[in-house]
């Protein structure tokens, strides 16, 4: 029997979401029963307006070229079909007798691909569709961790570990914002920048608690007062009792993407506040804000190798899921072993549309930091090549007697 | 002769200027005639504090580890020294009997170098004192380049690179603003993220031409009806007619540093400022901002091996000019041959407190980009290895037959 394979990349990009992406077109050559491998452009939205690609004609060079390029080759969309979109879907499907889709997405993609599945099987058509994990956030229910996350925990790592040295150099509060709405993961991975004991970031404020500003302006004030200095990581999803953005206090609009979510990336606004008000409530004067922003997802040359692998993985069981197992799900990670991982097809109802967060453990009692959990859980993550920073020792010099008005 | 050394870092840290810092205290340990290395904590603060610590006790292994990570080992300082403060410095040196001085550093740090040398000859004290050339803004006058600048402007390529594939992928318009207040060098590197001929950055405003908010979003909305999209990069000392910051115009109250300078950096009030004008003006609905801001001279992973070879460079050279050669001076970075760099020994005069800016055949006549001169300028700083990105070829499938109406 032949097969006619499409494939998809959904929402925000990441460093290896394209690994998955040439782990499906290069899994697919294997089997002589494939004889197409498409691809939409721009997501779902490619597939309704019958926008595809022949990933057949690519070369497996330029594909291993692809793989090792940041954010969706293919494009992708913020589009999160409902039933009747789903439908305009299977549609196309239909009229290009594909009968095997496979989408690369997080919990929304995860969605699609099930009501896609639903109506292929309501319609009476055969259809495997199997959802192929990404996002940053790492917010996947049934996973250890998802494609993409580690890489861009990496970047946030290297950009902590070099603002804290920046920061021990100049001193004075520097506060850095991560992506994250509701996980904290993200942000929580700033934690592994630390190598000696007094390296920042001291401050770690994640969505998984509430954010108390003036807790939050003890805490600077006592991490001051210790170091001369601090480091703060803070989550872009930082929310107050009410469950109110804490960057909403500052906007006085806020703009709302097809989701009905209040939009958080692309501003400076909250770093900007926060710093404010450690400017005017505790009166330090060098008070410095960034935020990550869209590096933090894209920057070239950025990249942790495992992920690079199991982003490919993901890709190549995929196809071996559906074409030989005949079946639909999500491909999952599981951790086997420290470290050792395992490739589980999951029912999609588990993932579609849910969203995980940080467990309690991973998170310290005061809500300002992570445990040493947490760093067992990433450490393997970032692969093994992180690079090292150092200190000089220090032997201080004796002073020397300094006469006092001796130049006058 | 006994020689007495002591080296210190100000301003802003760099990702190499810990190479300078080993140059100069691996380079002495060949002169039996040094008896010791001495370091400055926080540059010339660490100086008039006596705050110095023994560079003679560190090992080679941990100066090179010190070497590969950015910002100063030594710590840096803000303060720009006045004569009375520069006499300070004397005493100090003197009271060590310290006959070598040299301060990696930029315009700023290179006065203090003149105006302490000049102390010493007013004092008759044989004090040797060298500039050694540190800054991520390329300013200095007599050199081709400066080091710190090659890495942070491999860091803006990397970023942008990153960011054209985000916006490729999800569209809209991307703004984001890079450091420089007065010299356009590392915004202007953007360009170098370009490989395809629709890749942005598209526009590209550098504090060398007046920038003109009306002029500007008449390019967004002629870039984003040519190309779907639009990426821009704008430097943070972007400003008007009358030489106001851009900044300036959104922001009610404006910090000043301690050189009277405005804040221009660690805030991302210009991103959305920008933003926040193409939105509303242009009405175009996904518009995104980001401010590279700290990252772009701290993030540990992100080095040009051409820069980190000719600061450690400029390091040795200071010792063997001051040990050997008995000058003071600046050590310069000229540019030979494509590509071939020498050290020469320039005078302090010619160095200390000036500016240089983006020369007139590097930007374009429209003022919103670079020329082909830049980048046969840049090229070959940024280093034989930098990461490569590659599109799909995107073989278009015919599109099928869907039956309109064929789901109800």
């Known amino acids: 029997m032949s097969h006619k394979i499409l494939v998809a990349q959904g929402g925000g990009p990441t460093a290896v979401i394209n690994q998955s992406l040439a782990g499906v077109a290069l899994e697919a050559r294997r089997y002589p029963g494939v004889s197409n491998v498409y691809g939409a452009l721009h997501g779902v939205r490619g597939i309704v307006n019958d926008d595809l690609v022949d990933l057949g004609q690519e070369t497996v060079g330029n594909l291993e070229a692809v793989a090792a390029t940041p954010a969706a080759a293919l494009g992708s969309t913020r589009d999160k079909p409902d039933v009747k979109y789903c439908q305009e879907i299977f549609k196309v499907l239909k009229a290009h007798a594909i009968d095997t889709f496979f989408y690369i997405g997080g919990n929304d993609s995860s969605d699609t691909v099930r009501i896609v599945a639903d109506e292929a099987r309501k319609g009476g058509h055969s259809l495997r569709a199997v959802h192929i994990p990404k996002t940053i956030d ?53 934690a592994l920048a630390r190598k000696y004991p007094d390296d920042g970031p001291h401050l770690i404020y994640l969505p998984e608690r509430i954010f108390v500003v003036d807790k939050f302006l003890t805490d600077v004030k006592e991490t001051f007062e210790r170091h001369g200095r601090c480091i703060i990581a803070a989550s872009e999803g930082i929310h107050d009792e009410k469950g109110d953005a804490i960057i909403t206090k500052l906007m006085g609009k806020t703009e709302k993407d097809a989701h009905g979510n209040v939009q958080l990336s692309g501003t400076g606004a909250l770093a900007d506040l926060l710093c404010e008000e450690v400017k005017s409530k505790l009166g330090i004067k060098r008070v410095r804000g960034d935020t990550f922003g869209y590096l933090q997802r894209s920057f070239v040359g950025c990249v942790s190798k495992v992920d690079q692998r199991e982003a490919r993985e993901v890709g190549e069981k995929a196809v071996q899921y559906a074409v030989r197992g005949h079946a639909d799900g999500s491909v999952a990670i599981r951790r086997v072993a420290d470290y050792a991982v395992d490739y ?53 010099v004796e002073k020397a007697n300094v006469l006092e008005g001796d130049v006058t």
Do not use: W
Request: aromatic share 8%; glycine share 8%.
């Open 344 to 396: 589980p097809l999951i029912p999609l109802e588990s993932v579609a549309g849910k969203t995980r967060v940080m467990e309690d453990h991973l998170i310290n009692d005061a809500g300002n930091d992570v445990t040493p959990a947490f760093h067992d859980y990433l450490r393997p993550l970032l692969g093994a090549d992180m690079p090292e920073v150092a200190r000089l020792r220090s032997a201080k």
């Open 138 to 190: 790492n917010d996947l229910v049934g996973f250890d961790h998802v494609p993409g996350y580690p890489s861009a925990a990496r970047f946030v790592v290297q950009a902590f570990a070099g603002a804290n040295l920046d920061n021990i150099a100049l001193n004075g509060v520097y506060c850095a914002v991560v992506m994250g709405r509701h996980a904290g993961f993200l942000t929580a991975a700033s």
